[in-house]
């Protein structure tokens, strides 16, 4: 069984461009995640994608965008890049979201993302 | 999201026992208790959850007080892997959350050889 992961590891952008990070699911995972782990911080929500349609947002910016495959695979994408989205971008693949009583997320090794 | 409370770091000694405590008064009764750790260079992992009743797994213990507004969980015996941080998360399974993790700044534990 393969487990969640993300490409590129680390990627080094300047202000203003724009970048895509990549996630593979766990097999069987229907659901993706991305989290935004700014240095020191814990983990924040960005968004989750279930069956290929955005299924909850967090607190963050029309510039973060994201695409799931029918594979199950995603993409987030971030446009007009700030020294601020320098972070860890983490995937986190899980089952249904509306399972109801539980459903645990798998989660990648992240991106490290450095805008400078 | 009900918020939860975490001492900001631990220490502990390899193959004693560890407490970490998370404290959540504002819990609903449809709020489950998730543990997730994160060690270094790591996403994070899950460790257990629980709702109401005392859970064990083969990686720890969770403990909820009968008022459920904290839970402590307990490592029988830590080793230099469970250096990690961990995360005290409340997951509403009847809500709208998506799915959604709501990570607060997690505990630090630092464990000696």
């Known amino acids: 069984e393969t487990g969640v992961t993300q490409s590129p590891t680390h990627l080094i952008k300047t202000r203003g461009q724009q970048v895509t990070l990549r996630c593979s699911s766990q097999s069987g995972h229907n659901t993706v995640s991305w989290y935004q782990q700014a240095l020191g911080q814990g983990p924040q929500f960005i968004f989750q994608?279930?069956?290929?349609?955005?299924?909850g947002r967090g607190n963050f910016p029309p510039r973060f965008s994201g695409l799931q495959f029918p594979n199950y695979s995603s993409e987030l994408n971030v446009n007009a890049l700030e020294l601020d989205d320098s972070a860890l971008y983490l995937c986190?693949?899980?089952?249904?979201?509306?399972?109801?009583?539980?459903?645990?997320?798998?989660f990648g090794p992240g991106t490290r993302l450095t805008v400078l | 999201d009900a918020k939860t409370t975490q001492p900001n770091s631990m220490e502990s000694n390899e193959e004693e026992p560890v407490h970490l405590p998370c404290n959540h008064s504002?819990?609903?009764?449809?709020?489950?208790i998730h543990w997730y750790r994160q060690l270094p260079s790591q996403g994070p992992e899950y460790v257990i959850h629980?709702?109401?009743s005392n859970v064990n797994n083969r990686m720890a213990s969770l403990a909820i007080a009968e008022d459920r507004k904290s839970s402590t969980l307990i490592l029988h015996r830590a080793t230099l892997r469970d250096a990690a941080v961990y995360y005290c998360i409340l997951h509403n399974a009847g809500g709208t959350s998506y799915g959604k993790l709501t990570f607060g700044q997690g505990t630090i534990l630092t464990v000696h050889p």
């Open positions: 504002t819990i609903s009764g449809t709020d489950y």
């Open positions: 986190a693949s899980s089952l249904d979201p509306g399972q109801g009583w539980y459903n645990e997320q798998f």
């Open positions: 994608y279930y069956r290929e349609e955005e299924n």
């Open positions: 629980g709702l109401t």
